[in-house]
């Protein structure tokens, strides 16, 4: 378990724009993390690669911008502190931009759209109401949005909580009983369930109207900038599509976050948001 803790923080993976450039002009580089326990966004496969959807997003992202990018697999709490002390440029983790959090960070638009859901042994009772998880214990990944909806929503429908530095860590709380229910975003959830025969996602869902984005430092408008520009090409030439269709098995609606593009930069009516309508410029 310790070596699994190490290599868990050192850096694992980068990506290479896949285009020449002058040897007189580097290739930017970019430093960022993902939780390395959050399947499908980000996993390692058998030879200990990271692998998923966030990663594939960061190699797509450095191949339209014709940048380097490393990712480090990190646990969820060391992702912001990371970002806030400059290890990290920026975080490709899979992040629900709330309120709250639009007064902290800036956020490119969304790429997916957040919904919550719960997963739980085949064996126990479904949930089809919030009301049912009265007196049960909900595990969820410490330091995560869905984790402060379950704070600001207990006393009114009177579950118990019990927070775990990975969702891995949750899960394994529902076999093993400790906890009745694993609550993380949808697409989660679902790989969770199609891993593994014991579990199943339940009926019920929350839509919590927020999207998934990009995040960054207050200050780094300009950096936020570019790759907004580059998120932006890769919904215009149907990468994300490609890639929720790859990772989550979902063709993504026309009106959702992986389709739509937005006229400014960040997220329509949260703070940071920048209304001045964008000209792509796209690589070929």
């Known amino acids: 378990m310790e070596m699994m803790k190490k290599a868990a923080g050192m850096k694992v993976f980068s990506f290479v724009a896949a285009m020449c450039i002058s040897t007189a002009v580097a290739a930017e580089t970019y430093n960022t993390a993902v939780d390395a326990t959050y399947a499908p966004h980000a996993m390692?496969?058998?030879?200990?690669?990271?692998?998923?959807?966030?990663?594939?997003?960061?190699?797509?992202?450095?191949?339209?911008?014709?940048?380097?990018?490393?990712?480090?697999?990190v646990e969820l709490n060391a992702i912001l502190p990371g970002l806030n002390s400059?290890?990290?440029d920026f975080v490709v983790a899979p992040i629900?931009?709330?309120l709250e959090q639009a007064n902290a960070l800036l956020f490119t638009e969304g790429y997916l759209n957040s919904q919550y859901s719960f997963v739980v042994k085949k064996s126990a009772a479904d949930i089809k109401s919030i009301e049912e998880l009265k007196g049960k214990v909900v595990a969820v990944n410490k330091g995560n949005p869905l984790e402060r909806w379950l704070q600001a929503n207990q006393d009114k429908y009177g579950y118990l909580i019990e927070s775990y530095s990975t969702n891995a860590d949750a899960i394994q709380a529902v076999l093993a009983g400790r906890a009745y229910a694993n609550m993380a975003t949808m697409p989660v959830t679902s790989w969770a369930a199609k891993q593994n025969p014991l579990l199943k996602v339940a009926t019920y869902s929350i839509n919590s109207g927020n999207v998934v984005a990009i995040s960054f430092r207050k200050n780094d408008e300009a950096l936020r900038a570019k790759f907004s520009n580059a998120l932006k090409?890769?919904?215009q030439k149907g990468v994300i599509v490609k890639l929720s269709q790859k990772?989550?098995?979902?063709?993504?609606?026309?009106?959702?976050?992986?389709?739509?593009?937005?006229?400014?930069?960040?997220i329509q009516n949260f703070p940071g948001y920048?209304?001045?309508?964008?000209?792509?410029?796209?690589?070929?």
């Open 44 to 73: 390692r496969d058998l030879s200990g690669k990271l692998v998923g959807f966030n990663i594939d997003l960061a190699a797509e992202l450095a191949k339209e911008m014709g940048a380097t990018i490393n990712v480090d697999g």
């Open 86 to 88: 400059k290890k990290y």
């Open 96 to 98: 629900t931009a709330t």
């Open 233 to 235: 090409c890769l919904k």
């Open 247 to 266: 990772w989550f098995d979902v063709t993504p609606a026309a009106d959702s976050a992986s389709v739509k593009i937005g006229v400014g930069t960040g």
């Open 274 to 284: 920048d209304p001045t309508p964008v000209t792509l410029t796209c690589a070929k």
